[in-house]
């Protein structure tokens, strides 16, 4: 069951980028079969893991992004490992991977060799800064590409000294999961046109790219000659929490976290008021207008906060959708498993590991109006728990 049933895909990569853009064709219902050395992907040893325990097989990295793969031990820098997977070749559609600039031309299995044995493969080389440049031998993670693509100079807001409190990087693994998904959907492409000119091609991802097309507002504002936004916090209108705020909005303390407002019109501020109860000091002169209220926007913000402390996020964020006034609860991952809109949508699926028990993971963020996808996943593998079977299937006479 699945768009993508019959689609064969070999992934060559570990830790995020190539494991993610791979795991994308397993939820369309692909057959994604993943190299793996004796080690193991490098990820199945970041955990986090159950008990506290390292184990290569519970690692919750791994299993997140490796469900439903198979996974197979073949050593590529050997004779033997080299020959298993030119044998493989022809039976694939699509290569994935995420290996150093020349790993596989510096083992004769570049994609000119390979196309020479499947004209059709479609490759894709997920690399930190493409195969073509001043810094296309460099290696990076995602702090440095992060910081690289200009998309961290914005994090934290404003701060008391910027040169003592530097910009920093987004929690997780922003830059390979955008450079995984770029991936993947540039091979969605090919593979289109694959169907209908029987072609492959090679595609080469250059993650510190894929970063950059994050940071489109600031170079827009770069092209309109506005300077960037200041970080420092003396030359800005307010703020809370670490975050922006000003008289068109900013985050509000409650009892259980934050929630973030924006009544930005007069009319909105006016539907604002009326669920505060229309406070008597929203008739004060400085308040009346937004300018007013820019001016005076520490005082604004510190009445609004002494009437949100002790209410709920999630009441004042129903309040202010009733009022069409842009209002939401600044989530925790907890608030998100028990959310009513995403149990109503199935979101989250519970996959059964034989080691690591019963995990929650998030499903797919689409649904399809004529096409059935599968709703069960199956758990990531053990490390070469498909060998005999793949080599078996398709490198039986190497």
């Known amino acids: 069951m699945g768009l993508l049933t019959g689609l064969k895909v070999l992934e060559i990569g570990e830790h995020i980028s190539a494991p993610y853009a791979a795991a994308n064709f397993v939820r369309l219902g692909a057959e994604v079969v993943k190299i793996e050395t004796a080690r193991g992907d490098v990820s199945r040893g970041y955990g986090p893991y159950p008990n506290a325990r390292r184990d290569k097989e519970q690692s919750a990295l791994f299993l997140a992004h490796n469900h439903g793969k198979k996974s197979i031990l073949l050593d590529l820098n050997t004779s033997a490992g080299q020959g298993n997977l030119k044998a493989m070749i022809p039976h694939f559609d699509l290569v994935v991977e995420n290996q150093k600039l020349g790993f596989f031309n510096d083992r004769s299995l570049g994609f000119d060799e390979v196309n020479t044995i499947n004209p059709s493969l479609i490759w894709v080389s997920i690399l930190p800064f493409g195969e073509t440049g001043p810094y296309s031998n460099y290696l990076a993670d995602d702090l440095i590409l992060f910081h690289m693509s200009g998309n961290a100079h914005g994090m934290i807001g404003p701060v008391e000294d910027p040169n003592l409190e530097p910009p920093i990087r987004a929690g997780g693994y922003q830059s390979h999961m955008v450079a995984g998904l770029t991936a993947s959907t540039a091979a969605m492409i090919a593979n289109y046109r694959r169907l209908n000119t029987g072609e492959g091609c090679r595609i080469v991802v250059s993650e510190l790219n894929a970063m950059i097309t994050m940071a489109i507002s600031g170079i827009a504002n770069t092209a309109f000659d506005h300077p960037p936004p200041t970080r420092q916090l003396s030359k800005v209108e307010g703020s809370s929490i670490g975050g922006m705020v000003s008289a068109i909005g900013g985050v509000l303390k409650c009892n259980d976290g934050y929630v973030a407002i924006s009544p930005r019109e007069d009319a909105q501020w006016e539907r604002w008021l009326e669920i505060l109860g229309n406070p008597s000091w929203s008739k004060d002169e400085k308040f009346i207008s937004r300018e007013g209220r820019q001016n005076n926007v520490s ?100």
């Open 299 to 398: 005082e604004l913000w510190d009445r609004l906060t002494e009437w949100s402390s002790p209410k709920s996020k999630f009441d004042i964020a129903k309040w202010g959708q009733e009022k069409r006034i842009p209002c939401f609860p600044v989530n925790t991952i907890q608030d998100l498993l028990v959310d009513e809109h995403l149990e109503a949508r199935e979101f989250f699926v519970e996959i059964a590991h034989t080691k690591a028990g019963n995990l929650l993971h998030p499903g797919l963020a689409y649904k399809l109006s004529n096409a059935e996808l599968p709703k069960g996943m199956i758990s990531a593998p053990e490390l070469g728990q498909h060998t005999e079977e793949i080599l078996g299937r398709y490198a039986k006479n190497e």
